[in-house]
């Protein structure tokens, strides 16, 4: 199998796309359109008979040249038909893919399944099911990372271990637990412990500690008022030190068998074997998902575009969600071969992490 080209420099590819005509360009959108929906290169005399233009697979095959040279296109194979580089994928998604909305259907169907998920459990299930929903859409790897700032609270204690030390017992609603080590200042009363616990205690129940958080800092003078200074101080560490903790990231992944569906060839079963393992590297799918949190919106990375897809030749398609406060607490999305239905899964995760973000912001 020849390897895809290595592509034009940048000023020049841009130009050579720039340069291309409407014929190219009919015949670029065929050659991508069918390795979407195959997997398989296309030939000039298919595309001659499919195109809404009388050519001939002489022509065609001129246009082609043009575009392998323009590096959007190449041989698989001597004598083969084509298909897309990753840059002829970038253009496409970039330039010519039409992204309509999601049908009543599937609206309707993302936000029962999701909300069904989140009604009377944690929204950990919720997230679950929304990594499922996206995985059976997509035929990939349904993908969600969050943080434990997503988890609802439902009991807080601070145990002294030492005359300036204390640990923080967070209790989740889900059953979890997390501790936390705490500095006192020096001459600390034990019933201001226990009075912090219980101001806590009284506002928690059923709240992140993102929504516990910024509670607090709209009614600082209320709570001022209420507790001494040396109390108050001890009800924002509190807070700040679990808050703090629960930054570490929790990768939630479901339908990865789906990945072996459909295989065409040996190398499509070594292709996923390294996405396999790239996957079992969660530190780096971690890492790639924390870069589509700053996206306003879908983000999509397309094969070595990304150095963790470099070798399995993947692309991942994601969306971040957000908090009450607006604040962006996780991002999901799909992984999967670079021949993903992009068209239905962008509005799909899109819509997926707007349905998410409107249950964390009306507290499920």
């Keep these: 199998m020849n390897a895809p080209p ?9 130009r050579a796309i720039a340069e291309l005509n409407e014929r190219s360009r009919e015949i670029f959108r065929q050659i991508v359109e069918s390795y979407l929906a195959t997997g398989e290169p296309v030939g000039s005399r298919n595309i001659s008979r499919i195109i809404p233009m009388t050519l001939s697979p002489a022509s065609v095959r001129n246009v082609m040249a043009d575009l392998e040279h323009a590096g959007l296109i190449y041989a698989p194979h001597t004598s083969a038909g ?29 936000e029962a399944q999701v909300r069904a998920a989140a009604t009377g459990h944690t929204i950990e299930t919720a997230l679950a099911e929304a990594s499922t929903l996206l995985s059976g859409v997509s035929r990939g790897a349904g993908v969600v990372l969050t943080s434990r700032q997503t988890a609802r609270l439902k009991h807080v204690e601070f145990v002294r ?47 992140t500690l ?18 001494d200074a040396i109390t108050a101080r001890l009800v924002e560490a509190g807070v700040a030190t679990s808050s703090g903790s629960a930054d570490a990231r929790h990768l939630i992944v479901r339908g990865q068998a789906n990945l072996l569906e459909d295989l065409r060839a040996v190398e499509d079963l070594d292709r996923i074997r390294l996405l396999f393992a790239d ?14 949190e700053g996206a306003d ?6 094969g070595s575009e990304n150095k963790l897809f470099s070798l399995s030749g993947s692309s991942m398609i994601a969306a971040p969600f957000r908090d009450s406060s607006q604040k962006i607490v996780g991002v999901l999305g799909v992984i999967g071969p670079t021949r993903l239905n992009y068209a239905r899964i962008v509005p799909m995760v899109d819509y997926t992490a707007k349905v998410v973000s409107r249950i964390l912001e009306a507290g499920r």
Excluded at 6 to 14: C, G, R, S, V
Excluded at 88 to 104: H, S
Excluded at 178 to 185: A, I, K, Q, V, W
């Design 161 to 207: 271990l030492e005359p300036e030390r204390a640990l923080v017992i967070l209790v989740s609603e889900d059953g979890s637990i997390e501790n936390r080590l705490l500095d006192l200042p020096a001459g600390l009363p034990p019933s201001a412990l226990t009075e912090a616990a219980n101001f806590l205690n009284a506002r928690i129940r059923g709240r």
């Design 297 to 302: 919106g879908v983000r999509i990375f397309i």
């Design 6 to 14: 290595n592509p034009l420099p940048l000023p020049t590819q841009a």
């Design 279 to 292: 996957l079992e590297t969660q530190t780096d799918v971690i890492e790639l998902l924390t870069r589509a």
């Design 82 to 110: 084509r298909l897309p580089t990753e840059s002829g994928l970038r253009f496409f998604v970039d330039a010519m893919l039409e992204i309509g909305d999601l049908g009543a259907e599937d609206r309707e169907r993302v």
């Design 210 to 227: 993102g929504e516990i958080k910024a509670d607090l800092e709209a009614r600082r003078t209320e709570m001022e008022r209420e507790l």
